[in-house]
């Protein structure tokens, strides 16, 4: 255990429930609505957000889904999937 040394650029959520949090610390929060019928196109919108941030690494918190292949393959070995 122990911290990253990184910035915090973005947290994408599924709801907006801890944007207060994103807030406090100057993070931008953007929120995307996930169902059945529109996972793909919103994990594409999802992609080219973090592409235009230019982000390295993603951390999935609280993510309950699978993410696709095409997310694997955007973001090979640069994916941490945390339970708490």
Do not use: W
Not at 5 to 28: E, T, Y
Not at 46 to 74: G, H, K, N, P
């Amino acid at each position: 255990a122990g911290e990253l040394s990184c910035d915090i650029p973005l947290i994408i959520s599924n709801h907006a429930d801890l944007k207060p949090v994103a807030d406090a610390f100057g993070v931008r929060f953007e929120v995307f609505k996930v169902t059945k019928a529109t996972k793909r196109e919103v994990e594409d919108a999802e992609i080219r957000l973090m592409e235009e941030l230019e982000i390295d690494l993603v951390v999935l918190a609280r993510y309950m889904q699978i993410i696709s292949d095409e997310f694997c393959a955007t973001y090979p070995c640069r994916v941490i999937n945390i339970h708490h």
